[in-house]
């Protein structure tokens, strides 16, 4: 995580006592956490929710992920925990893993988008952690956040402040606002877990790995509406290559990008969108890069994977569903349910 970035516009910058004042006060602001930002909502306003939805153009049947300060909150969202869960819980938290559980009757529709089911993380940001310190102070009680990643649906999302301005600025109004702190660590969105039952299900990769647990047969495969494939994508397209010799030769006026590990070269005629040296690396500079694309111009990414390491899984689903997309359909969200 790098620092604040002093460059951006200072009328949506906030500080931590001024988040907490414009969520108390029905706004919604845009929070950093160790995956990527999130937009955030206090998780019992449902006008505040509501906004959420539309601000991003997300469908209102992809549920939204609640954000709590430790697990001593988790059974005002999710009264039965199960052991598996805890112990996950106890293990991962703060950190980038979201446990889906059977949610409290308490929990509004808007989040669950009328599931059973509630998903609960813990993030691990300094600034995101004093903002909800500062907000169970305020309050008298612990308030939790609602917080999808800070993108419209379906395009990619951001791993810095400035990505945020750039992708939402103009939808926020005067009541909301933008904590910056600095460029997110992990770069990738926390994995999903169904810890219903004692055998662990991973819905979404991200950084926390879990070691999968044999799944009963004729189990029905829980929702992930967000997961879908056209998602994440940028403007240009993403075409994803195992190594250099597939690189096609630019011609005309069209400008290719290129993102590959670091022992790869560039060839003539490409941009050079990073040259990370590990799965790690790639992770925390993958958004960036595609966001670094659609700001050149960039007309094809071309991008080598990682070949190994725990966030590999991640980021080739990630690229993959970004490689899905036309790219006439990025700025839109008619291929499917956005996250
Ligand atoms: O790292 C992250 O998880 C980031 C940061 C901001 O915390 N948040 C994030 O939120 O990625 P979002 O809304 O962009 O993606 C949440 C995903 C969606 O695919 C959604 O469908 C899924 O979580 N989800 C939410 N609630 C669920 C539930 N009850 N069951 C299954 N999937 C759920
Ligand atoms: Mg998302």
């Keep these: 995580m790098s620092d604040a970035d002093d460059s951006l516009p200072s009328h949506l910058l906030v500080d931590v006592q001024g988040a907490a004042t414009r969520l108390l006060a029905g706004g919604v602001v845009a929070i950093p956490t160790e995956t990527v930002y999130g937009l955030a909502a206090v998780a019992t306003d449902d006008d505040a929710v509501s906004r959420i939805f539309r601000l991003k153009e997300r469908p209102a049947t992809n549920p939204l992920i ?47 988008a009328g599931q059973d089911t509630v998903a609960v993380r813990v993030p691990d940001h300094p600034v995101t952690s004093a903002l909800l310190a500062e907000l169970r102070r305020r309050a008298g009680h612990p308030v939790a956040l609602v917080a999808p990643s800070a993108n419209v649906s379906g395009t990619v999302s951001p791993t810095t402040a400035s990505h945020v301005i750039n992708g939402i600025g103009r939808y926020l109004g005067p009541g909301d606002g933008v904590l910056d702190g600095g460029e997110c660590r992990v770069g990738v969105e926390s994995t ?148």
């Design 66 to 112: 609640v954000h709590i300060e430790g697990p001593e909150q988790l059974p005002d969202w999710a009264p039965d925990v199960p052991a598996a869960a805890l112990d996950l819980a106890d293990r991962y938290w703060p950190g980038p893993l979201t446990l889906v559980l059977n949610r409290a009757r308490t929990v509004s529709d808007l989040i669950t």
């Design 192 to 339: 999903i877990v169904d810890a219903r039952h004692s055998a662990l299900r991973v819905l979404r990769p991200g950084a926390v790995v879990i070691a999968p647990t044999p799944v009963p047969p004729n189990t029905a495969t829980p929702v992930v509406p967000g997961s879908q494939s056209s998602h994440y994508a940028p403007r240009a397209a993403v075409t994803l290559v195992t190594d250099s010799a597939e690189l096609p030769t630019p011609r005309g006026r069209q400008q290719l990008g290129l993102l590959a590990p670091a022992e790869i070269d560039t060839p003539a005629g490409y941009l050079r969108l990073g040259s990370p040296e590990d799965d790690t690396e790639f992770a925390r500079g993958l958004y960036a890069a595609l966001h670094a694309a659609d700001d050149a111009r960039v007309t094809q990414i071309f991008v080598v994977p990682p070949a190994a390491g725990a966030l590999r899984p991640a980021v080739l689903d990630r690229l993959i569903r970004a490689a899905a997309a036309r790219p006439d359909q990025a700025e839109g969200t008619e291929s499917g349910l956005g996250s």
